[in-house]
């Protein structure tokens, strides 16, 4: 069953539009509610999208509070997960990524704080990452004995080096904006009271250029990333599938719930 108002979408001047994420006692936790709802508003906006009169031409992307853009995947779900569940989340995450950086019109994530694992992997399918100077990021999956599972290990490439990108997956920390800009992680960052005013400005630039010229450059620079990310992807979704219920895996997200440190024995 559907839980009421997990998603709130805004039509902003100027043809802009925010979609926030509204979970802020799970820190903006990605449930398969959450997921379902992504889904389904970001093929109504994309069918909106084929007339002027309703098209969005900037899509801004938030978590609901000032804590938490989004932490992670709901890790507290997956104790309910069996294996066929498990395919239908994977399905549904893959759908809900590749809808946000299919998404017709440039999308930006505005990340107002706690950006980790699957919520990380949100941001970077969008095609801009603004964030506010305490904001942190982060791939604890290592802690939880799972790898990223939406296409991270993939997209990640794209903003910063392999060699980056490794100390970042294998040591599971967070690193705070400034840091995460230096590194190319995100592409802009503001003041923690201005990340709105910021993010709202920068799109309404976006805005005013020819919608169909953004559009059509869009679809082409996506293409150029398309061969590798085809046969990455699949790779990343059988690693994820090897991991998730190993020992170690169960143990991580236990560890979480009784709020521990975990014990890897390998297996
Ligand atoms: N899931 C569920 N609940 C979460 C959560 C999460 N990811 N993150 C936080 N919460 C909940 C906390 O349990 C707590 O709930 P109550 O105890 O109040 O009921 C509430 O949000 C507030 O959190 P804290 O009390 O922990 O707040 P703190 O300020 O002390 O700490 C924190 C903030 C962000 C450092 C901490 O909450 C934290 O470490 N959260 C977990 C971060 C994390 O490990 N995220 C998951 C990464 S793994 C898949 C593909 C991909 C994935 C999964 C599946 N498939 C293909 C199937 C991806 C997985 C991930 O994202």
Redesign the pocket.
Known sequence: MKEPGLLVIENLDNHISKLTINRP???N??NTAVLHELAEILSHLTIKNESPKTRTKVLIITGAGE??FI????????ETMKESS?QE??VL?ARVMSSISNFPAPTIAMVNG?C????L?LALSCDFIFAKESASFGF??V??G?I???GGTQRVLSRMSISEAKKLIFGGHKIKAPEASELGLIDFLTKDELLFEETLKYANKLAEKAPLSLQASKRALQEHHITNFERGLPSE?RE?AKV?FTDDSIEGRKA?IENRKPFFKGE
């Open positions: 006692s799970s820190l936790a990605l804590k938490s932490a992670g995947a709901d890790i507290k779900e997956f498990l989340y994977l995450a706690y980790l694992g699957g919520g992997e604890p999956e802690e939880l799972l990223p599972g939406f979704h994820f998730f979480f």
